[in-house]
T-cell receptor, first 110, second 112 residues
Framework: GQQVMQIPQYQHVQEGEDFTTYCNSS?????IQWYKQRPGGHPVFLIQ?????EVKKQKRLTFQFGEAKKNSSLHITATQTTDVGTYFC??????????FGQGTTLQVKP | KAGVTQTPRYLIKTRGQQVTLSCSPI?????VSWYQQTPGQGLQFLFE???????NKGNFPGRFSGRQFSNSRSEMNVSTLELGDSALYLC???????????FGPGTRLTVT
């Protein structure tokens, strides 16, 4: 079935460095959602992107949906230790089912 | 507004037994989805219920089943437990199917 690939799988950064995770699909997506899961926690909804080329910001986080609606990115500026966790992208299939990517696990060294 | 609650939070069962997990969605949410999370397989979709009807199903054997009640509360059942069923089972609720999901804390199931 339709899949989304997330890269990288793991990322270690020094506190203060920037971080970007990418979500790629071989087919056009109707929307993209991003979730964050802290270690030992549960996924928490961050944002949904629907429009081609859409860019949304939440403080230090910038989310982008590609022009062709086949890829998305999450960029964190000046990472902090509170950014540690796994970031998942997900999309709604044509039946409404959410399909999750494998996630990118971010480690931040203080 | 209270969040999604799941009971029990932790469970230890023996191979061959069966287990029932419960999920209470956020008030007003009619969609409830279940996921299995393991270190090796990530987040795997089990099934989704909306208005008491199963709307979507993942690629899991028939030992995994679920239901939703008229008050939107949901249960999932796993029969004839196997060691590989050890995982974190997450429930998520939403206003509509395919929209943002609000996850509960999960039930950590260990099968010995």
């Amino acid at each position: 079935g339709q899949q989304v690939m997330q890269i990288p799988q793991y990322q270690h950064v020094q506190e203060g460095e920037d971080f970007t995770t990418y979500c790629n699909s071989s087919t056009t997506l109707s929307n993209i959602q991003w979730y964050k899961q802290r270690p030992g926690g549960h996924p928490v909804f961050l944002i949904q992107l629907v429009k081609s080329g859409e860019v949304k910001k939440q403080k230090r986080l910038t989310f982008q949906f590609g022009e062709a609606k086949k890829n998305s990115s999450l960029h964190i500026t000046a990472t902090q230790t509170t950014d540690v966790g796994t970031y998942f992208c997900t999309y709604s299939s044509n039946t409404g089912k959410l399909i999750f990517g494998q996630g990118t696990t971010l480690q931040v060294k203080p | 507004k209270a969040g999604v609650t799941q009971t029990p939070r932790y469970l230890i069962k023996t191979r061959g037994q069966q287990v029932t997990l419960s999920c209470s969605p956020i008030s007003g949410h009619r969609s409830v989805s279940w996921y299995q999370q393991t270190p090796g397989q990530g987040l795997q979709f089990l099934f989704e219920y909306f208005s008491e009807t199963q709307r979507n199903k993942g690629n899991f054997p028939g030992r995994f089943s679920g239901r939703q009640f008229s008050n939107s509360r949901s249960e999932m059942n796993v029969s004839t437990l196997e060691l590989g069923d050890s995982a974190l089972y997450l429930c998520a609720s939403g206003r509509m199917m395919g929209y943002e999901q609000y996850f509960g804390p999960g039930t950590r199931l260990t099968v010995t």
